[in-house]
């Protein structure tokens, strides 16, 4: 069952997407066709040719090597935020069943009132508070992250806990942090799986529109976003300059939502949409 | 339903609470002196100014008290003043929002408009072809970036064919047919992710409800595929729909901060990105406020919906 998910046609492009993008980001120094910093002033705003695929942009500067270069962001912020999320919102939601009572009702509380705070408006933010950098952004979109993992971890952890083998863990003398990291946390594992890859996706997202607006990583380091900034005032000129990072964005995200929506039916058939 | 609106009610208001302490311990989790930041020319100031800013703005008294007087100030409307134009925060929020709400209304409708109708498609002709065009567009639509399908749309719309203006905007009440004529782009830039999610939910709620016994009842009873799906089906299926819509309010105010940027319109969303770079941290905090706090009341109001739909609601939770 859970290998038939996961041997689809569309998964498999997921995974090929994933492993080339990252494979770019790793081996950038190599696979860049030319710096991405070089500027030609023979070849401004040129379209598609042998030597530049996607063209080049207001400066000369070769397409695909920016793009390649600005993978290494898009997976730093997707890997990042995420990372951050599960790394605050999964002990927050084990300790609230742990704990149960007011720490509960605190906890989830709390949560309630970050979920409505949107990542892109957290970014912006604390922009305004901490300045643009990778950082700032990592920090806001896993900051948004972290509710609706501690949701999910708590709910999965309230499911397990019942379970006969966690009785016969307690029965044992177990005790209660040992009983919710050996026991119950790897068993709640599936779910968060699940979101976490979904959350990479939406955090390649965010961090696009960050970058258009002009917060987050700044130029020059190539990021998809802005390069699509510094892209939309040459719209009418050179308008693969704007095709070519949404592309990117698009196909990377794709891949996430694929991969995320496989394993969901792999690990949890219940809860395939 | 009261007593559920009651239970709702008392869970809103410490929310609220924790809401307002975030965006007020935003103000303290600046670098250096909250006192700088809040003041026109703050920058420039010398001990003995900033002592007087500090009385004004009470920041010099304990963190307890400096909290409860800006709430009380907050409540009252009174966010401080810009630093750039000096006017009233609640003043520049009160004509940006509605510019704001204008567009997310109708990105949201537009969203509804697509989505509800082909995700009852969809569900109702499972595994037909429309089901596969809504399916490819639903995948396709949520990976796309909102901002880049609006860079396309004005590429297409205003670079090549020159139908629609791409930028700026009119007031509803000085052109209304301008207004739309403005706001369409940016609407249905707005509102794609979200109709793709819609259509998939919608899809999958239809189709969990056409698969009940009810239903099968309905049919051998030998009702037509229509009645079935629009009589007994589609009723049945808009509660997790309704969660969806109220949702995807919140998505849409995050949406507009960039996509008002895009299409250069004057709504909140751009004015916090404004204020970010100008360094207005009054104008940035009543933002968040705003717009926080809008998200809450909606999901809210989702919830109400929601229990007013389903009476099993209101009686378990």
Known sequence: MMGKALRRPLVIFAVLIIGLITIGAFGADWIMPFDPQDMDFDNLLAGASRAHPFGTDQMGRDTVSRLILGSQVALEVSVGAVGLGLLIGVPLGLVAVTLRGWVDDIIMRVMDAVVVFPSLLVAVALAAVMGNSLGTVIVAIGLANVPWLARIARSQALAVREMDFIAAADAGGARPLTIMFRHILPNSLAPLIVQATLGMGYAVLTEAALGFIGVGVQPPTPTWGNMLQAAFPMLDRQPLLSVAPGLAIFLLVLAFNLLGDALRDALDPRLRA | ?317
């Open chain 2, 1 to 317: 339903m009261r007593r559920y609106v009651l239970r709702r009610l008392a869970q809103l208001v410490p929310s609220l609470f924790l809401i307002t302490f975030m965006v007020f311990a935003l103000m303290h989790a600046l670098p250096g002196d909250p006192a700088r930041a809040l003041v026109a020319g703050g920058e420039a100031l010398d001990e003995t100014q900033l002592a007087v800013v500090r009385h004004e703005l009470n920041l010099d008294k304990p963190m307890p008290v400096q909290y409860a007087l800006w709430l009380g100030k907050a409540l009252s409307l009174d966010l401080g003043r810009s630093i750039i134009t000096q006017r009233k925060v609640a003043d520049e929020l009160s004509l940006r929002a509605l510019v704001t709400l204008e567009l997310g209304v109708l990105g949201w409708l537009l969203s509804a408009a697509i989505a509800l109708p082909a995700g009852v498609l969809a569900g109702s002709f499972r595994g037909g072809r429309i089901d596969a065009v809504t399916t490819v567009f639903a995948v396709s639509a949520v990976a796309l970036p909102g901002f880049w399908v609006g860079i396309m749309l004005i590429l297409v719309f205003g670079v090549w064919l020159g139908w629609l203006p791409t930028q700026g905007f009119v007031a509803f009440n000085l052109d209304p047919l301008d207004n739309l004529r403005h706001m369409v782009l940016p609407a249905i830039a707005l509102g794609t992710g979200s109709a793709a999610l819609l259509m998939r939910q919608t899809r999958s709620a239809l189709l969990e409800v056409l698969a009940q016994d009810y239903i099968r009842t309905a049919r051998a009873k030998g009702l037509a595929r229509r009645a079935v799906v629009l009589g007994h089906g589609w009723p049945n299926a808009l509660l997790p729909v309704v969660t969806v819509m109220g949702l995807e309010i919140g998505r849409m105010f995050a949406g507009a901060v960039v996509v008002e940027t895009l299409f250069g319109i004057p709504g909140m969303g751009r004015m916090i990105v404004q204020a970010v770079f100008q360094h207005d941290f009054p104008i940035v905090q009543g933002c968040v406020l705003v717009m926080a706090s809008a998200v809450l009341l909606v999901n809210f109001f989702t919830d109400l919906t929601y229990a007013w739909l389903d009476p099993r609601i209101r009686y378990d939770g």
